[in-house]
T-cell receptor
Framework: SQQGEEDPQALSIQEGENATMNCSYK?????LQWYRQNSGRGLVHLIL?????REKHSGRLRVTLDTSKKSSSLLITASRAADTASYFC??????????FGQGTRLTINP | EPEVTQTPSHQVTQMGQEVILRCVPI?????FYWYRQILGQKVEFLVS????????KSEIFDDQFSVERPDGSNFTLKIRSTKLEDSAMYFC????????????FGPGTRLLVL
């Protein structure tokens, strides 16, 4: 089984709309993180939500976590062209390794 | 703001050749990591390194791979005899205290094995 499976795999919306991406995981977690990756570039940490938190905000980002369903969602409000990227959730397995999902490719159309 | 840097940004090599990917972690960080991302696939953990030794490695990190911190600033990943399936983006990350959520990623090296 895979940790951190995101859906949808690809999402295309108009600028100004909200984008919602979901992530499911299999094992228990202490926290879950979301990362952004612009095409061909490195990973940028966006936000971390701890297992005892249900919702967290950072600017236009809103993350929710439902540990009973082992799922998380990332909402980007009022999307911009610059938000076009791939978005990954990641959980920690073992002592130090991050385990990433397949990612959602988000395209914001002007 | 300090950042992790990686060189080269792109490398093309012939199958069977050795490659060394270089990373300069953030200067006060003590924990170092390599991940890879095969095109179109998820980012996968390879290895973590602390106090001059490997602290954790994945099943991908076989005898063909090695890591080293040759001086106070560089952290390298060596692939001894590259295979076609080693073609991927390789990301270095560093962290100050070994807690995974504080890993900072570099921009990656795109390795193409022909």
């Amino acid at each position: 089984s895979q940790q951190g499976e995101e859906d949808p795999q690809a999402l295309s919306i108009q600028e100004g709309e909200n984008a919602t991406m979901n992530c499911s995981y299999k094992t228990s977690i202490n926290n879950l993180q979301w990362y952004r990756q612009n095409s061909g570039r490195g990973l940028v940490h966006l936000i971390l939500i701890r297992s005892n938190e249900r919702e967290k905000h950072s600017g236009r980002l809103r993350v929710t976590l439902d540990t009973s369903k082992k799922s998380s969602s990332l909402l980007i409000t009022a999307s911009r062209a610059a938000d076009t990227a791939s978005y990954f959730c990641a959980t920690v397995q073992g002592a130090q390794k991050l385990v990433f999902g397949q990612g959602t490719r988000l395209t914001i159309n002007p | 703001e300090p950042e992790v840097t990686q060189t080269p940004s792109h490398q093309v090599t012939q199958m069977g050749q050795e490659v060394i990917l270089r990373c300069v972690p953030i200067s006060n960080h003590l924990y170092f990591y390599w991940y890879r991302q095969i095109l179109g696939q998820k980012v996968e953990f390879l290895v973590s390194f602390y106090n001059n030794e490997i602290s954790e490695k994945s099943e991908i990190f076989d005898d063909q791979f090695s890591v080293e911190r040759p001086d106070g600033s560089n952290f390298t990943l060596k692939i001894r005899s590259t295979k076609l399936e080693d073609s991927a983006m390789y990301f270095c990350a560093s962290g100050v205290n070994g807690v995974p959520e504080t890993q900072y990623f570099g921009p990656g090296t795109r390795l193409l094995v022909l």
